[in-house]
């Protein structure tokens, strides 16, 4: 939810409520995203749980102070074989961060070679494509087999305005009214009126879900170290 005054949105140009509704689905994009490779446990009426939720990690760290090619090898080829071993043989994809991405790139063998560049270049690795996104923790590696999650999309974009709502200002809102009807004070925060300050609140809700359905369908691989 979003306010501005009527007299903002009315004056401005560009308009200030395309501008915030944009604003608005980027970040909502951004928050799905990051939920989505994330190891967030489910939030009943929010969101569902991360698809690392759950996973047991494999653990690449080093055995000094950064890893070697055959310690990095050994990881990313772990992750891939517990997918094969459990049938999954195609449509497998790489969820990278772009820094991890660039440190793989450029790790060179002491022979002055560089393995991974000329794959990560064509957007593969090991053989698999490599998604880079911002919202992946860097430093974690995760293989997913996408024919074993699904996901859900209940409609479009939900966008409402009111200038009527009474809202409770606080990133944690809570009842403004009890379930017998009678007003309940927030614990925390403000309970401003739209009608009374000439407000205007847009509302946007992105119905959707999503949920993995094999229990080795999805790799995780942290701890690895590379400069």
């Known amino acids: 939810i979003s306010v501005q005054t009527t007299e903002i949105m009315e004056r401005s140009e560009p308009s200030s409520d395309v501008i915030i509704r944009d604003a608005m689905v980027r970040d909502t994009a951004i928050v799905l995203d990051t939920t989505f490779v994330s190891d967030d446990a489910a939030s009943a009426g929010v969101s569902p749980a991360g698809i690392r939720n759950g ?4 653990d690449g760290s080093p055995a000094g102070a950064t890893n070697t090619i055959e310690e990095i090898d050994a990881a990313l080829a772990a992750a891939v074989g517990a997918c094969l071993a459990a049938n999954m043989t195609a449509s497998l994809f790489w969820i990278l961060n772009p820094v991890d991405v660039l440190k793989l790139r450029n790790r060179s063998t002491a022979t002055g070679t560089y393995p991974y560049r000329d794959e990560l270049d064509s957007g593969m690795l090991m053989g698999y494509p490599a998604l880079q996104s911002n919202t992946q923790t860097a430093g974690v590696q995760t293989l997913v087999h996408s024919g074993s999650f699904y996901k859900l999309n209940e409609g479009m974009i939900e966008m409402a305005m009111s200038t009527e709502a009474t809202l409770h200002y606080n990133t944690v809102p ?9 007003p ?8 401003r009126s739209l ?6 609140g847009l509302r946007l809700i992105m119905p959707a879900s999503w949920g993995v359905m094999r229990t080795d369908a999805v790799q995780v691989i942290t701890g690895i170290v590379i400069q």
């Open 174 to 182: 809570e009842q403004i009214v009890g379930g017998d009807g009678t």
């Open 55 to 58: 996973v047991t990690p494999i």
């Open 184 to 191: 309940a004070l927030p614990s925390a925060g403000n309970v």
């Open 195 to 200: 009608f009374q300050e000439d407000s205007v």
